[in-house]
C-alpha cells in the first residue's frame, strides 16, 4: 500500500514544497512520480526514485529508497498546480498508486 | 514517435463486457523491455491499475479485478485489447493504455466508459 501526504498542500507560485510517499513495505528505489493536470493524462515526472524523465525540468526532485520517498519541487509555476501520484513497481502484481497529493494556489 | 490511442465502446450496460482496443503507432508492440498496460481512473478518483500484457502474450493482473478482465495482443496489428466482463456502476471510468518499464512512461489520451442501462 502507497500513503501519500497530504492530501491537499495549498502553495503560493515561487515557493517550493515537498510531497511524501510512504510504501508498507519496501520497494527500494523502484517509485515513480506522475503529474496530472486537470483534464489531462498523467505525465512521468521521476522514475526509480530520483531519475527525472524525459523533458522534465530540473525543478522537480525525487529522493528516497525503501519506504519512504519525496518529491520536491523548488519553484512552482503556474502549470505545476496538478495532482501528484506515486507509484511503485518493486512488488507486483499489481502496480500500487498512491491516493495522490494534490497541488492548489494559495 | 510512438502513440497509443484507446478505442471502444462509450457506454455498457451493466453485466455486460465492456471491450476497448489500444493502438500503438510509430513503433512496433513487440519492443523488448516493455509491456502493454491498461490503467483506469473513476471520475474524480485516483489511478487504479488494471494489468499488462508482454508481446509473447504473458499477462500479469490486479487481483481485484483478475476474475473479470482479460488482456491480450495483436502482434499484426501492433495493437492490444482490455476486456472486463460483468460490468458496474462502480467500473464508470476514463481508461487508459499505457507503455511500462516498469514505470509508465507512454500513456494514451484515455476514452471515458460509462455502465448504466
Known amino acids: 500500500v502507497m500513503t501519500q501526504s497530504p492530501a491537499t498542500l495549498s502553495v503560493s507560485p515561487g515557493e517550493g514544497v515537498t510531497l511524501s510517499c510512504r510504501a508498507s513495505q519496501s520497494v527500494n528505489n523502484r517509485l515513480a512520480w506522475y503529474q496530472q493536470r486537470p483534464g489531462q493524462v498523467p505525465r512521468l515526472l521521476i522514475y526509480d526514485a530520483s531519475t527525472r524523465a524525459t523533458g522534465i525540468p530540473d525543478r522537480f526532485s525525487g529522493r528516497g529508497s525503501g519506504t519512504e520517498f519525496t518529491l520536491t519541487i523548488s519553484s512552482l509555476q503556474s502549470e505545476d498546480f496538478a495532482v501528484y501520484y506515486c507509484q511503485q513497481y518493486n512488488n507486483w502484481p499489481p502496480y500500487s498508486f498512491g491516493q495522490g497529493t494534490k497541488l492548489e494556489i494559495k | 514517435q510512438l502513440q497509443l490511442q484507446e478505442s471502444g465502446s462509450g457506454l455498457v450496460k451493466p453485466s455486460q463486457t465492456l471491450s476497448l482496443t489500444c493502438a500503438v503507432s510509430?513503433?512496433?508492440?513487440?519492443?523488448?523491455?516493455?509491456?502493454w498496460n491498461w490503467v483506469r481512473q473513476a471520475p474524480g478518483k485516483g489511478l487504479e491499475w488494471i494489468g499488462q500484457i508482454y508481446h509473447v502474450g504473458n499477462t500479469n493482473y490486479n487481483p481485484s479485478l483478475a476474475s473479470r478482465v482479460t488482456i491480450s495482443v495483436d502482434r499484426s496489428r501492433n495493437q492490444f485489447s482490455l476486456k472486463l466482463t460483468s460490468v458496474t456502476a462502480a467500473d464508470t471510468a476514463v481508461y487508459y493504455c499505457?507503455?511500462?518499464?516498469?514505470?509508465?512512461?507512454?500513456w494514451g489520451r484515455g476514452t471515458l466508459v460509462s455502465v448504466s442501462s
Open positions: 499505457a507503455r511500462d518499464a516498469g514505470y509508465l512512461d507512454l
Open positions: 510509430g513503433g512496433s508492440i513487440s519492443m523488448s523491455g516493455y509491456s
